[in-house]
């Protein structure tokens, strides 16, 4: 049961005010209520028919809200005749008056079955009793714990821009908590495939991560976009519940005009366990919770833009490393050259065929070595135009078996491509280099009988898109799961770096920084991986040229 202290006597003062308001006009057969704004509503917080507490009008689409925007009283003779009346109060309803209240702080709307049942003079008299009401108590509406709601909002904005999302979630349902005395809270977010609610935080433990927005009330109410109250679930089909032993259900939709962003879900071991009181102010606490979500994406994308920058700069810092490099070494290899020149003509009447091809495949990579500050700068400046993915990924595995497997009969590299031509937006050196990049590890990871795959496909998604996927599979010996968070950072590496003066580019370190950097700056797609004992997958998702870009 939530304690005494949790509800203020602020309704009881409420209720003595609209008292006082209905005797002081001449139409004995009114109803009264006291509405406050919130976002582009006014709430119910008080009214002579309790029932009516907790609903509210758009404030645009109301009378009381025309009055609460032009801080003016409005008497409506007969509501007939005014489009924007939306009934509140009960049927045969024929005339209204609205007065704002003094400070914004809310709207005395009064309603009479009568015709012109109010005058010049009820609508002074009103404004006496608000200001009345103002006076007696002190920002009456922020007392009704929209105090608490708006500290919440401001220890909660003042979490330093370090601290995980996870760690606001669980703060916003903290205050929840605190605003209605719920047992339970769960804070869910609506996920980008638009069919699934996310449990981004639940004050219970609970092993459901993501319920069916089609499938739960919680769904529902984000369907509707409006609140929902359960007082007992288990007469609700949809109920499917996340905490056990739950018997009724609080939910208050987090959004910004038409677009839902979350839904607060407040649950009892009690049937009827809430009160109109509570889904007041949950439902205002809700509004706030937008704010709260807002903060944290502009936090993560300027966390995003940081990210990015130290990539871009790390990536000018490896292109400038390594041209450098490059040109250093270009001396070094030219006296190789002229060492080969030496040894071809010395063997210029061998018949040693081996020896032969060895001495050319030798030749060719100091030539293709001399002329890396050229071609650094060709990929570097390469711009991105639409290439075939199939096209690419059965040329580039062809070489691969030509360059890199040269004398490993033990390493089954295959490729298989969609049937499909598959256009992506790209450069060919970059998603080439991809390629090897990945293969390459993957020849590092697998023993004996190793099998390597380069597989592509279109994958299309539940809202009707489709996207290029290409992906690289090994039965080696897998990735450390400890390891597999940072397999993307600069400079990480599990491989043993080598000796000074040895320069095979074991453990430096930048190849997947390189992928990653590539596939998500350049090209615009994703990469990811999965990796257990004998099966890793490296996933590359592109997006594809669609006919109307090709014109």
């Known amino acids: 049961m939530k304690p005494e202290s949790a509800k203020p006597n602020h309704d009881t003062l409420l209720q003595e ?48 809200g025309q009055a609460y925007v032009r801080q003016h009283r409005i008497i409506v003779s007969d509501v007939n005749n005014e489009p924007r009346y939306k009934n509140l109060l009960g049927d045969g309803i024929r005339s209204e008056i609205a007065v704002p209240l003094p400070d914004e702080q809310g709207i005395i709307n009064v309603e009479s079955p009568l015709p012109d049942a109010f005058t010049e003079e009820d609508a002074v008299a009103l404004e006496a009793h608000g200001r009345a009401i103002a006076e007696a108590i002190p920002g009456a509406f922020i007392s009704l714990e ?42 869910l977010l609506v996920d980008n495939d638009d069919e699934h609610l996310e449990i981004a935080f639940s004050s219970s433990p609970t092993d459901v991560k993501r319920v069916l927005i089609s499938d739960s009330v919680c769904g529902q109410a984000v369907l509707e976009k409006s609140n929902l109250y359960i007082d007992d679930v288990s007469k609700v089909k949809k109920y499917k519940p996340t905490i056990p032993g739950m018997k009724s259900e609080l939910v208050a939709v987090a959004r910004e005009g038409n677009k839902v962003f979350a839904a607060l879900n407040a649950e009892s071991s009690r049937l009827d366990g809430f009160t109109k009181r509570d889904a007041i102010f949950l439902t205002l606490f809700a509004h706030q919770v937008v704010r709260i979500l807002h903060y944290i994406q502009f936090i993560a994308t300027i966390k995003r833009i940081e990210t990015e920058k130290q990539e871009v700069e790390t990536m000018a810092t490896i292109t400038g490393t390594l041209a450098n490099m490059a040109h250093d070494l270009q001396g070094d290899t030219r006296l190789i050259e002229m060492e080969l020149k030496e040894i071809r003509g010395s063997l ?11 001495l050319a495949q030798i030749e060719r990579l100091v030539a293709k070595f001399l002329g890396t500050p050229v071609l650094f700068k060709q990929r570097i400046t390469e711009e991105i135009t639409t290439l075939d993915l199939n096209e690419v990924v059965t040329r580039t595995v062809e070489e691969l078996r030509e360059e890199m497997l040269v004398g490993r009969t033990d390493i089954v590299l295959e490729s298989a491509s969609s049937a499909e031509q598959i256009l992506v937006r790209a ?48 039965n080696g010996k897998g990735i450390d799961p400890d390891v597999i968070p940072r397999i993307f950072d600069p400079g990480f590496s599990t491989k043993k770096a080598e000796p000074a003066g040895q320069l095979r580019g074991e453990g430096m370190g930048f190849g997947l920084f390189w992928a990653k950097f590539y596939v998500e700056r350049k090209f615009k797609g994703e990469i990811s991986v999965k990796s257990k004992k004998g099966k890793t997958e490296f996933t590359i998702r592109l997006p594809m040229v669609t006919s109307t870009q090709l014109g």
């Open 348 to 358: 210029e009447n061998s018949k040693d065929e081996a020896v032969l091809k060895g």
């Open 427 to 474: 450069s060919r050196y970059g998603l080439e280099a991809l390629i090897w990049n990945l293969v390459r590890n993957s020849i590092e990871a697998v023993s004996s009988a190793g099998k390597i795959q380069v597989c592509t496909s279109i994958v299309k998604t539940k809202r009707g898109g489709s996207f290029a996927e290409l992906k690289v599979t090994d």
């Open 146 to 187: 929209f105090d608490i709601v708006l500290q919440s909002i401001l220890e909660i904005h003042q979490k330093p821009s370090d601290t995980p999302s996870g760690d606001i979630y669980s703060a916003i349902c903290r205050k929840a908590q605190q605003l209605i005395g719920a047992e339970h809270i769960q804070l």
């Open 17 to 64: 005010g609209l008292a006082s308001v209905t005797q002081a006009i001449s139409s004995r057969q009114c109803r009264a209520e006291i509405l406050a704004p919130q976002g582009n509503q006014l709430f119910i917080l008080a009214s002579t028919r309790p029932e009516e507490i907790g609903q509210s009008v758009l404030i645009d689409d109301s009378v009381s």
